[in-house]
């Protein structure tokens, strides 16, 4: 007999309506049944256009029986309190990152999910990407063999005009900034390839510190742009075997290279990379280069390929991860990546703001 669809909840329509809910249509385990936005106009708008229910009081669209699970993929700050109770209410959540604004948030979410028996994902759809997961496979195989040194550069222009507006990514209480749109990810994604975070330091800067406000005028921006950071990651989790890594984070590099990660260590090395700055697949090469040898283009296994994607990649990646939040709702399973990945992060992420605060 087979099982019927999922019931999903989306709140937030940004990347929600723009990924989440073609990804959820590409599901068989999962099903769309309700939309939460907190301005009625906007909200009308997308239930009108996806042909769904929706609601701007969560506690209506937590009550509705069909409702079983929630994505949340709004802005940082009410996260939080959406994922705090939804669980409540017995729901699975999947969350955006950040998972929220702080360590001990997430470590609540942490608690309340494990005492109510709920499954909970958190998008790092890296993890998902087939070209990071081929590039996890070599190092596990050895291909470079102990890694030396580790270096991120993640430099994007997305914020480089000043003329863009002012918002929320401006204000750091509301989780703004740098750090929280890549560093999350990117502290994420060395941990599933290399180790742990073991330590972290950084440099943080606010290159464009004012921006135009919708009704005219200018306000003040406190959220960085720039953060250079210094960290120590544990091969394979030994304590005993640390490796230096660079992570250098921008969203104001006019024309910058794009997401570029080198690996480096004492059998040979991987660079995996792309200039492309709005697509997590399209773009992306990796090359392995083994000691004495000429440098290869890698290609991913055809286990990690995907069997259809969309001209927006992002839709591919985060429709495997919505798959694999399916089966661990279903089996009772843990889910990877999930709250405890979402703490470390948020751990590391946390310590590289407040580092930075203490030598500025």
Known sequence: MSLQPIGVAVAGLGFGEKVHLPALQANADLSAVALWHPRRERLDEACDLHGLRGSDDWNVVLADPVVEAVIIATPPEPRFELARRALEAGKHVLLEKPVALHADQAKELQRLAIARGRSVAVNYEYRAVPLFMQAKRLLQAGAVGTPWLVKLDWLMGSRADPSRGWNWYSQASKGGGVISALGTHAFDMLAWLVGPVASVSALNGISIRERPLHEGGLAPVDAEDVSLIQARLQWQGSAE????????????????????????????SLVLGSANQKDYVHGFELHCTRAGEAPQRIEPDSDLTFDYTWSDGRIAPVARLQSWWAESIRSGTPMIPGLAEGVASRLASDRATLTAAEVA
């Open 241 to 268: 075997a640390s490796v230096p890594a660079q992570i250098n984070l921008a969203s104001v590099a006019r024309n910058g290279r794009g997401c570029w990660l080198e690996i480096y260590g004492s059998e040979g």
